[in-house]
């Protein structure tokens, strides 16, 4: 009973953070909507901004909707293929229906608690294969390093093609750069650093022999060495070429789902590529704040990118829902549920 009353707790911390952020976001909006209607003489009757956005989703273009909900389905068929590569370099052979089935399943645990659905992928897999689960993570981790490497390069390009709006947004709202060496000229921060790392590291040396013999220790290491052999199930696979292409096509899909949505909606429809690489890499650090599926924190990263070309935050905030409630919400649902009731049931024995 406690265990699922924790449980039942982190979900409705992550949840309720999303939600703060979903509503500062849309109460900034809805301020500048309600001037906006002052300014054009529309009664407050008739100017709610919640009616607005379920109106923008009402009417969107659903050919780009679902081509755009395709493509996704499209970049976790190359995730699974790419995972099941990895699997194949350290001696297991893995089931394709499995691996893509336990993938949408980690999207679907995500939009619960955040990063969790990662630890529970490993696990079915674990289960269903008979793999284990340390290895397993390992697999996790390294898929989990391209996709920073390739969010990485991704945002250096935009740098590089972004035009000036981009990269003045960056120094005035981010300046990461100031901010890190602001840091490391903190004293404070550089001595607890120091203590807390000689601390550990002289602990560790000199009751070495101990931890290796004791039982926690042995777990430890085992769990240690499965997952690096996962980690490194990348450097035996059969083909560094197609590793390369399904790790570069699922990250190319990616942007084009962005870029595509533009058309879905008559406020965006006109923006270009250029544009689309902006807007596609501040929803992707929407995605990675820890909130359910990005909620709030993917509403505002997008609103801000499609400020710098001229699109009011009404419209921005109704496409980022459109983008939202299609692929997060509707698609990552719908199959999360579908594959854990056919999962079971297709490896019952």
Known sequence: MQKHLVKGVKVGIFFAVGMIILYLVYQRQNVAFQADCSVKDISVENCSLLKKVAGDIGNANYYWVIVTMMLFMLTNILRALRWKMMFNAIGYHPRFINLFGTIMIN??????????GEVIRAGLISKYEDIPVEKALGTIFTDRIFDVIMLAIVIGLTMLVGGSD??????????LAQKFNTLLNSPIFIVVFLVFAVGITYYAYSYRDNIKNSIIGKKILGLVSGFSAGVQSVRKVTSIPLFLFYTVAIWVLYYFMMYLAFFA?????????????????????GILIPTPGGMGSYHYLVGEALAMYGINGSDAFSFANIVFFSIQIFVNILFGIISLILLPAINKD
């Open 107 to 116: 999207y679907l645990a995500n939009l619960g608690i955040p990063r969790s």
């Open 166 to 175: 981009f990269l003045n947004y960056l120094d005035e709202n981010i300046n």
């Open 265 to 285: 909606f008559v406020p965006t429809s006109h923006l270009g590529p250029i544009a689309g690489l902006v807007v596609f890499v501040f929803g992707s650090l």
